[in-house]
Antibody, heavy 127, light 109 residues
């Protein structure tokens, strides 16, 4: 059974750096084809993809936030950490981590999707 | 702005069929993945790939695609299907980045 849980501060001040940890079970981030992503959702708004890290340490970032984001993994601890610098009130959101899985479609092409999500953690940015 | 465009809101009568659409250039090359999100809950995967349902998702949910448009169809909508639905796919940059649509709020009347 795959589970993920986000943890970190619920309140950060503007200009501070946010560090969020995704602790997971039921899979290994050293297994080929597996990844973990971060997605956020401001209150009442849409989902926004932030970052991805794969089993081979390939990392991808949202272009609009790339300069502020860093994603790392600790395979031995079953954790993925996301840091976001220079926090602003507009970054107030629920932050989710999600398990990403590779599969092959009928033509043999490599595809991915997020199948399991954490419960999310609300981060408020305010002075 | 999102590279995937969804109608903000759609309604359907109980038991009827509804189609929720997602438009974007990247959908010509990549399938959309669909998520259902109810208030206060995390998103739940409902469709991935050409038309694949995870275990536990009712078969009234189906996916399809044509050109730059992906669709999620609910055949015989139930009250419990009232939720926000989001599409997700690769973006059109070719850099293996992800993008979500703006979401569609489905109301079951």
């Amino acid at each position: 059974q795959i589970t993920l849980k986000e943890s970190g501060p619920t309140l950060v001040k503007p200009t501070q750096t946010l560090t969020l940890t995704c602790t997971f079970s039921g899979f290994s981030l050293s297994t080929s084809g597996v990844g973990v992503g971060w997605i956020r959702q401001p209150p009442g708004k849409a989902l926004e993809w932030l970052a991805l890290i794969y089993w081979d340490d390939d990392k991808r970032y949202s272009p609009s936030l790339k300069s502020r984001l860093t994603i790392t993994k600790d395979t031995s601890k079953n954790q993925v950490v996301l840091t976001m610098t220079n926090m602003d009130p507009v970054d107030t959101a629920t932050y989710y981590c999600a398990h990403r899985l590779r599969y092959y479609d009928s033509s043999g092409a490599t595809r991915y999707y997020f199948d399991y999500w954490g419960q999310g953690t609300l981060v408020t940015v305010s002075s | 702005s999102s590279e995937l465009t969804q109608d903000p809101a759609v309604s359907v009568a109980l038991g009827q069929t509804v189609r929720i659409t997602c438009q974007g250039d990247s959908l010509r090359s990549y399938y959309a993945t669909w998520y259902q999100q109810k208030p206060g809950q995390a998103p739940v995967l409902v469709i991935y790939g050409k038309n694949n349902r995870p275990s536990g998702i009712p078969d009234r949910f189906s996916g399809s695609s044509s050109g730059n448009t992906a669709s999620l169809t609910i055949t015989g909508a139930q009250a419990e299907d009232e939720a926000d639905y989001y599409c997700n796919s690769r973006d059109s940059s070719g850099n293996h980045l992800e993008v979500f649509g703006g979401g569609t709020k489905l109301t079951v009347l």
